[in-house]
C-alpha cells in the first residue's frame, strides 16, 4: 500500500502565496506520474498539474503561468507551488500518484486525503 499525506494548505489573501507538499510513503517499488487535484465546493475534481518521472509538466489553462509542480524522487514527493492565489483557487487540493508495490503486478492510482486551501477576495 501506498499512503499519501498532504500539507501546506490553509488560509491567504487573493495575490498571495502557499505552497503544498505531498510525501508518498509505504512499499514503492517505483512511481510514475504525480500530480495535484482540487475540487470546490459543489463541483468535480479536476486536474490542476501533472508531473511525469521524467520531470515532463502539464497544468490547467487557469493555472499556467501561476502555478509551478515539481517532485523530488529521492524522497518520493511532490509540490505545488501556488502564486498570484485567485479567490477562485480556493478548494480541496488532493495529490495523487500512480505507483507499483512489490505485492501489485500493475501500477495503482492512490490518492490522500487532501489539504484545504482557501484563498479571501
Known amino acids: 500500500q501506498v499512503q499519501l499525506v498532504e500539507s501546506g494548505g490553509g488560509l491567504v489573501q487573493a495575490g498571495g502565496s502557499l505552497r503544498l507538499s505531498c510525501a508518498a510513503s509505504?512499499?514503492?517499488?517505483?512511481?510514475?506520474?504525480m500530480g495535484w487535484y482540487r475540487q470546490a465546493p459543489g463541483k468535480k475534481r479536476d486536474l490542476v498539474a501533472a508531473?511525469?518521472?521524467?520531470?515532463?509538466?502539464n497544468y490547467v489553462d487557469s493555472v499556467k503561468g501561476r502555478f509551478t509542480i515539481s517532485r523530488d524522487n529521492a524522497k518520493n514527493m511532490v509540490y505545488l507551488q501556488m502564486n498570484s492565489l485567485k479567490f477562485e483557487d480556493t478548494a480541496v487540493y488532493y495529490c495523487?500518484?500512480?505507483?507499483?508495490?512489490?505485492?501489485?503486478?500493475?501500477?495503482?492510482?492512490?490518492w490522500g486525503k487532501g489539504t484545504l486551501v482557501t484563498v479571501s477576495s
Open positions: 508531473i511525469s518521472s521524467g520531470g515532463s509538466t
Open positions: 509505504g512499499s514503492i517499488s517505483s512511481i510514475n506520474a
Open positions: 495523487k500518484t500512480n505507483a507499483r508495490t512489490p505485492e501489485s503486478v500493475f501500477a495503482l492510482d492512490y
